[in-house]
């Protein structure tokens, strides 16, 4: 790519730092200043916001080689598409090849002042879910016009003066020319979304289902609904699989770093100059004398460590000694069962600690020392929690417990080690921790297993005290 060395930077063909200018082809004088990064998929594309003859604009950058020229197009007809409909769309300003590159640009007008839609519900509360209503009415839309995206979810939306624009054209298909969608296409499409966002509300689902329907003109039944709830299930799974691969590479969530010697995974959001230098030697949080040392054992030692002036707990898995480091080396570490754990509980709405970065030492294939770095929660365990407050037998933490462990019912997965200390109530919410021996089970019989050891664990801590055991009998 050409860029003005005076304010320059491209590195490798994965990383974009702005600022940076781009040359356009058959544009002359009129560079494409690229100002900030707004996402990045490595090997494919960027998107960046910047100026283009005196404007705010945004730009995708297409950069994958012999692949490029299709991505764009695919952007633009799916725009096209948006606009035939009539969905609020942002317009094409640009779309061409940049000089002595093989990457292609896409120029859109910069929508502003707007905000992700995602942002919005998240932000505003019960009220944030009118705008839900809204964007069924504009799914509704596509779909009666014989539209579908494939990846429908909130944040490819913007609110701009109360109105919702369609964002990644790229992933708009036109089954049917002008002959809207089936109704089996339609619900399997509007699963997508629904896959997207834990909507806990029974009503709240129905009254979205209600809206979408009486924009299509469909009736509204209950044969409807446990139709869409069945495809939401087989969405929900199937997205949690494509999620789970990639926690373990380069992506915008992730900074990815594999060597001969060591692996390293961290959210980029949390990869700033202090925690990479932080990650070059992770046993400085154990031999700060003032750190406060959490748990201390031979296998591993917790720590609570401030990274930016941010609380982190700290876990390093140790190894004994070299028959202990020689079965290590041929197994997943426990911080990577943690790591996926984590991802995996809060991707199915099981509240855990937020993981932040992962290490292992490597020598090639084969793995050695593991440390652990997430967010540390202020609180106490469910046991205290339960001995020292006083309950109803709709105890709202119980309920949330149960909740739990129905939700790693649906997963087939398991704990391994279901003790009441290892759920923590915070702010009023129970939090699983330690998921060393977390797993999931490809057969039932295996899950069946440990499900039954995993219960069994959590009510022995409620031996000799039937008054909080009854809160939690549904579970035997």
């Given amino acids: 790519m050409t860029c003005d060395k005076k304010r320059a930077v491209v ?4 990383r ?17 200043e690229c100002t900030d990064l707004l996402r990045l998929v490595p090997g494919k594309r960027a998107v960046l916001l910047g100026r283009w003859r005196g404007k705010p604009v945004v730009a995708k950058l297409f950069y994958k080689r012999f692949r490029a020229g299709k991505h764009l197009a695919a952007e633009v007809a799916g725009n096209r598409l948006l606009k035939k409909a009539g969905i609020p ?48 009415a504009l799914v509704a839309r596509m779909h009666q016009a014989g539209l579908q995206h494939t990846d429908l979810h909130l944040d490819n939306f913007l609110v701009k003066d109360n109105e919702l624009y369609a964002l990644d054209g790229a992933a708009l298909e ?13 619900l399997k499409n509007l ?17 979205l289902v209600s809206a979408y329907c009486a924009a299509r003109g469909l009736a509204y039944s209950d044969g409807l609904i446990s139709t869409l709830q069945q495809r939401i299930i087989e969405c929900q799974k199937a997205r949690t699989r494509r999620y789970l691969k990639k926690i373990y590479r380069a992506s915008t969530e992730t900074v990815c770093q594999k060597k001969f010697r060591s692996f390293i995974l961290c959210k980029r959001e949390s990869y700033t100059p202090a925690m990479a ?14 750190t406060a040392m959490l748990k201390r ?31 290590l080396a041929f197994k997943k570490s426990r911080a990577d069962r943690s790591w996926f754990g984590a991802h995996l509980l809060l991707e199915s709405g099981i509240r855990t600690p937020r993981p932040i970065a992962m290490k292992e030492v490597r020598l090639g294939p084969f793995r050695n020392r593991a440390w652990l770095i997430c967010d540390y929660i202020e609180g106490i365990s469910a046991r205290e929690y339960f001995q020292k407050s006083p309950f109803k037998d709709d105890n709202d933490l119980a309920q949330q417990i149960l909740s739990m462990f129905e939700r790693l019912e649906i997963l087939r997965g398991s704990h391994g080690d279901m003790k009441a200390t290892n759920i923590m109530i915070h702010d009023g919410k129970a939090f699983l921790i330690d998921l060393d021996s977390m797993a999931v089970h490809k057969s039932r019989a295996g899950f069946a297993k440990a499900r039954r050891k995993d219960v069994k664990r959590f009510m022995k801590n409620w031996t000799g005290l039937p008054e909080i055991a009854r809160l939690f009998h549904s579970l035997k």
């Fill in 277 to 290: 230098a932080f990650l070059k030697n992770p046993d400085v949080a154990f031999d700060v004398p003032e």
């Fill in 11 to 14: 590195i490798g063909p994965n």
């Fill in 297 to 327: 054992g031979n296998t591993a030692g917790v720590v609570r460590f401030k990274v930016d002036g941010r609380d982190l707990v700290v876990k390093r898995y140790n190894v004994k000694n070299f028959f202990h480091g020689l079965r």
């Fill in 16 to 32: 974009f730092v702005p600022p940076f200018n781009l040359t356009l082809n058959g544009e002359g004088d009129d560079p494409l």
């Fill in 191 to 207: 699963a997508i979304l629904f896959a997207q966002r834990d909507i806990g509300d029974e009503r709240l689902f129905r009254a």
């Fill in 89 to 136: 769309t942002a317009g094409i300003l640009h779309s061409g090849s940049v000089q002595r590159s093989h990457a292609r640009a896409l120029i859109f007008e910069y929508i502003h002042p707007s905000q992700n839609l995602g942002v919005v519900v998240r932000s505003a509360g019960n009220s944030g879910w009118a705008y839900l209503e809204t964007l069924m």
């Fill in 174 to 186: 036109e089954k049917h020319r002008d002959t809207p969608l089936d109704t089996g296409a339609s």
